[in-house]
Nanobody
Framework: VQLVESGGGLVQPGGSLRLSCAASGFIFGHYSMSWVRQAPGKGLEWIAGISEAGSDSDYAASVKGRFTISRDNDKNTLYLQLNDLKTEDTAMYYC?????????????RGQGTQVVVSS
């Protein structure tokens, strides 16, 4: 199982980014997926999950209405569109092969992609 996150960067408050997670080593379309993040000095926070076919998704209250999770099973890629970014969204973002998880139970495998929201 390999998950490679990309797309992070430095953005001003109110800005947008799109993160990607390239999956390999398993049949991507057979698994629900999630995005989790880890802010400086804090534990892992689950923020969004999506079903195998992409027809159903869930969000943490902290990002609902601002972030959108999606997937392209033909490209074995998971996405996270981040809009209206806030300074508190600054974190390392990871994808995980699960629909939902809690803190240290989140099956993070990749290196993550850093998002910094700052003016």
């Amino acid at each position: 199982v390999q998950l490679v996150e990309s797309g992070g960067g430095l953005v001003q408050p109110g800005g947008s980014l799109r993160l990607s997670c390239a999956a390999s080593g398993f049949i991507f379309g057979h698994y629900s997926m999630s995005w989790v993040r880890q802010a400086p000095g804090k534990g892992l926070e689950w923020i969004a999950g999506i079903s195998e076919a992409g027809s159903d998704s869930d969000y943490a209250a902290s990002v609902k209405g601002r972030f959108t999770i999606s997937r392209d099973n033909d490209k074995n890629t998971l996405y996270l569109q981040l809009n209206d970014l806030k300074t508190e969204d600054t974190a390392m973002y990871y994808c995980a092969r699960t629909r939902r998880c809690v803190s240290s139970d989140c099956p993070v495998r990749g290196q993550g992609t850093q998002v910094v929201v700052s003016s």
